[in-house]
């Protein structure tokens, strides 16, 4: 009976150790740098125990000590931070046209990356092949060894499915199927492997690190050749019952508008991403409306892309800018629902709409404060990535961050 009671004060020491350090190692990455003093008056733990634990963390390498506090006659306490290079993580973002690959630190610092375009006929298993090929290369020209690296973060345009944890590129990339990138992934290079969707990914990415730091209820719209939607919800992404929660673009806003990706018509993303826009300004240049964007795409109206007209729009050419204009106003449509439903306390919006920002806030704006209801209105802020197009390929690597910090360190600490 004693050897059993023995073992059971064993495995609650150890736990109570883990936890123990696990807190003090919180503390550190949340607030670093920063000094004993203020770990043991955050944490509530003993200083004895701070000590302790500081001295094993530092030993394992897993902080730094990067200077003393100055004295007020005492002894000048010693001041830690994260050791952000302790290991690495592999970013990878999946988009309709291209494959962006990382190598970032425990900090989501991106240290290497590297763009592949392609073009979606080449087909699925091209596609993969040239993921794969990515991730290999990225992690043999970093020089960083293969134990270094805790993982692999995949952020999809599409929808993923947690329950058989595969992705369905929808809607451009239908013909795919559904994929399974964490098996063939993780079997490639025995690694685990998350996936998410890429506005899900983005609002992890500005909630650790952009603008939803410190926000605890906030909205990621992710305005590019679609529309997609992350929910920071009480300080954590809410997925939904299916993973599929947040698909603000497929709302429908005009039951006799245009036919969208997904089948339906009239839905936002039909009307108010970059490529609605696109279209719009190719239509109307056809038709001979007169627009500096004639020039800028050299007789080619193929060669339009949604900077020149932003770009058009600066130089307040007509068409360009009231293009935009009706983009903002369409978008400031759906914020407004987003307000009196959800009441966020920011919006953050980011993708290719970032380009146009000074020229875009004006019109949603105006919708949402005519539109709006007062009390949800007052308490949102609307504002800009400055992520740029890194926060989904970023925030893919979050989870495999959080992982670590949550069972890897336990078994350091074993």
């Known amino acids: 009976m004693s050897k059993i009671l023995e073992k059971q004060n064993g495995g609650s020491q150890t736990v109570l150790r883990q936890r123990n350090v696990s807190l003090v190692l919180e503390t550190i990455k949340s607030n670093g740098p920063i000094a004993k003093r203020e770990i043991v008056y955050l944490t509530g733990l003993s200083f004895a125990k701070v000590n302790s634990i500081i001295i094993f963390l530092h030993n394992l390498g897993l902080i730094l000590e990067v200077g003393k506090e100055k004295s007020n006659g005492g002894r000048p306490s010693s001041i830690f931070e994260l050791n952000q290079n302790f290991r690495y993580t592999i970013g990878c973002q999946l988009s309709h046209t ?31 092949d040239m993921l794969i090929d990515s991730i ?96 920071i919800f009480n300080g954590k992404l809410y997925e939904g019952v299916s993973g599929t929660a947040g698909e603000f673009g497929h709302i429908t806003v005009d039951e006799n508008g245009p036919l969208c990706a997904c089948g339906n018509v009239g839905c936002l993303e039909a009307i108010a991403s970059t490529k609605a826009v696109i279209i719009d300004a190719k239509d109307r240049l056809r038709q001979g409306v007169s627009s500096v964007l004639s020039n800028m795409v050299k007789d080619n109206i193929n060669n339009l892309d949604f900077k020149m007209i932003c770009d058009a729009a600066v130089q307040s050419d007509k068409l360009a800018f009231g293009i935009i204009d009706k983009m903002g106003q369409n978008l400031g449509e759906g914020i407004v629902t987003l307000i009196n439903l959800l009441n966020p306390e920011r919006i953050i919006l980011g993708g290719k709409i970032v380009d146009a920002s000074k020229l875009i ?18 308490n949102t802020e609307i504002v800009f990535s400055n992520m740029g197009s890194n926060a989904g390929t970023v925030g893919s690597t979050i989870p495999i961050i959080e992982k670590f910090f949550e069972n890897e360190v336990n078994t350091l600490v074993d």
């Open 98 to 128: 291209q494959i962006h690959t990382i190598v970032s630190n425990l900090k989501g610092e991106i240290l290497f990356n590297n763009i592949k375009p392609f073009d979606k006929s080449i087909g699925k298993e091209v596609v993969i």
């Open 361 to 378: 806030i004006i019109p949603i704006m105006n919708i949402v404060q005519k539109r709006a209801l007062e009390i949800p209105r007052r």
């Open 136 to 231: 290999d290369n990225l992690i043999k020209n970093s020089g960083i060894p293969k134990d270094k690296f805790i993982g692999i973060g995949v952020a999809i345009a599409g929808l993923f499915n947690p329950k058989d944890e595969t992705t369905l590129p929808f809607p451009h990339l239908v013909t795919w199927g559904n994929v399974s990138f964490k098996s063939i992934l993780s079997n490639k290079f025995k690694l685990p492997c998350y996936i998410n969707n890429v506005a899900n990914a983005a609002a992890l990415a500005e909630r650790n690190f952009g603008l939803g730091k410190g926000i605890e209820n906030a909205l990621y719209l992710n305005v590019g050749s679609g529309l997609g939607m992350g929910i």
